[in-house]
Each structure stands twice: as C-alpha cells, then as structure tokens.
C-alpha cells in the first residue's frame, strides 16, 4: 500500500541519535479503510478508495448515506480514491502507518493556507524596485511581457488571489512511524495549516529506494 | 495538548541548569570523532539563552588566544553532558551582543553578582 489520508498536526524537532536536530511535521494519519475496489470490469479502471475518520450520519447528505449504506461500512468524513498501481487491496482493509517506516520516502498533498490578495513579491517571488534613492517603485509589478502583443498574455504574473491552492510537496524523510499513537513524523514543513487533510503517498521521484 | 507537543515535551530533560545572560560556565558536551566519544569542556560566558520549549539554546563567548569564540547550544540536546556553573554575572540586558564589539580586558569583563 502506496497511500494514506492523514491531518495535520504541527510542527516540532526531533533530536536523532547521533544528537542533530531535525524539524519535523506530526501527521496524524490513519486508521484508513478501504471504502471501495474500483474494478475496470464494473467501472472502467482500478482503483480504491480510502476513508478517513468515521462520520456523524446526521452530518451527511442523503447520497453519501445511501452510498456508505451500499458499500456496507461506517460512514467517513474524508474519501479519497487512489490508482491501485501494484498494491493488491480489497474493500475493508485497513491502512495504517505501519506502511510506512523511518527512513522511506514521501510526497504529501494538501491545500495550502490562503494569503489573501497578495502582491507579486510574495506570489510570483518577483524582485520588486529599489526600496530607497528616491525609486518610486517598491513592490510593484515591472515588466509584464511584448507591449506589441496587443493583448496580455494568458497566466502573467499579477497581483491576485494567493494560497488556497492544492500542493504538492515531494521526497520528504520519514523520521518516524507511531504505530501505537497513528502519528508520521515527517521531515520539514507540509502545506496547510493544523487539522488540515493531507494526502501522503510513498515518493514518486524519490532516488533513495524505500526499504521495503 | 495535542501530540506534536507532547512528542516535544518528551525530549526535553527534566532539569535545566539555572544560568543565565553574563553567567560564567562551562559546558560539557559529547562529540564524536570517528567512531570515539569523548567529553568537550567548552568555558566562557553566557551571552544569550534565546528561543523556547525544545528549540530553546544558548551561546557562550570567550577569548581563545586572543580570539573571539562563540559556540551554541541546544538545551535539550542529548549531546549536552552537564553545565557547571562557575560565577554569576551581573548584567542588565538579556543579550550580550555588546561583548562582540570589545576587545582586550573589557571583552570578558563582567561584574560579580553579589
């Protein structure tokens, strides 16, 4: 099993054995069941589907009831589903963090806090004016691209709406797995804030290969 | 508490040394050379302890040979063998910065707290 739904629960240091110190991120993450086993004979192509933390019936719509009333199992509150890639799941299985152990590799996907309306510094990490000698431009946009174009081209880079986005953070060190307490120690920072939902996977570009 | 914190809570020892900006001390630490361990003295004076929790460190100053030396230290790191405390400084700031700037006797001069 390549994947897990967790939430976010902060961040702290970890000092290893040799006395370094090592920033890490707590996930808590599983318990996980698997809702469903997308086939490619009833649904076109294999997949399945995690859930995540059990659900207050009264808090779901009538679709969703019949649905968990349909697949047999208790109602969750996060449902992801996952390309089955060479993992051999069946419904009802649980994942837990016992999939994962020190010194694996991973990617963790979530959604990053909101920043508002942000200038270009901080959305676009542009290099802003001079800040003294009379410049005049600080923080503004320069340059947007051709004044020949008639027209501003599509995605340049402008003042906006920033965060609130779905990342992806790659190749982060597991520097723990707490089977007893369902926690992922992760090395370095994840994107959202605390309790935020965040999809963790077994690294996909990662070149440290995983002991299995 | 939620469990970042208490997995923060565990690794914190359960007596820091009571020393301060100013103070006199001298730190033993474990380095490793190789595949040896052996107990590094570090003496000078304290002259911050800054941030808090796990991360919470200290630095200490003295004139080696006639140069500035400043080493810092994590608290709550499990290299950190002892502190000795060896004289109690009297200062009015939290942070010694100041000491950086000087040279010759008044670098490491601080007065006694009585």
């Known amino acids: ?212 | 508490m939620d469990a970042a914190q208490l997995i923060a809570d565990a690794q914190k020892r359960k007596r820091v040394a009571d020393f301060g900006a100013g103070d006199t001390v001298k730190v033993h630490s474990r380095v490793t050379e190789g595949n040896k361990e052996r107990i590094q003295v570090f003496e000078g004076i304290v002259i911050e302890r800054k941030n808090g929790g796990l991360a919470e460190s200290f630095t200490v100053r003295r004139i080696a040979h006639g140069v500035g030396v400043e080493r810092s230290f994590l608290i709550h790191s499990p290299r950190l063998e002892k502190i000795d405390i060896l004289r109690r400084g009297l200062v009015r700031r939290a942070k010694l910065y100041y000491l950086q700037d000087r040279v010759g006797s008044k670098a490491t001069r601080i007065k006694e707290k009585k």
Request: proline fraction near 3%; include cysteine.
């Open chain 1, 1 to 212: 099993m390549k994947h897990i739904i967790g939430r976010k629960v902060g961040m702290t240091n970890v000092f290893t054995d040799d006395g370094r110190s090592v920033p890490v991120t707590v996930i808590e993450a599983g318990p996980c069941q698997v809702v469903e086993r997308k086939t490619s004979a009833a649904h076109g192509y294999d997949a399945f589907v995690l859930g995540f933390e059990d659900a207050k019936i009264k808090k779901l719509n009538r679709a969703m009831r019949g649905r968990f009333e349909k697949l047999n199992v208790a109602p969750k509150s996060v449902l992801r589903e996952f390309p089955l890639g060479d993992s051999d799941v069946k419904a009802g299985d649980m994942v837990t963090v016992a999939e994962f152990a020190a010194g694996d590799r991973v990617d963790v996907t979530g959604t990053s806090k909101g920043k508002g309306f942000t200038g270009i510094m901080k959305r676009w990490n542009g290099v802003g004016g001079g800040a003294s000698h009379g410049s005049m431009i600080h923080r503004q946009p320069a340059s947007n691209g051709d004044t020949n174009a008639a027209k501003t081209v599509k995605g340049s880079h402008r003042p906006g709406h920033f965060g609130v986005e779905r990342i992806t953070t790659l190749n982060l060190e597991v520097i723990r797995a707490d089977q007893e307490r369902n926690l992922l120690l992760l090395k370095g920072a994840v994107p959202g804030g605390r309790r935020a939902v965040l999809y963790v996977r077994r690294s996909v570009k990662s070149k440290t290969k995983a002991k299995a």
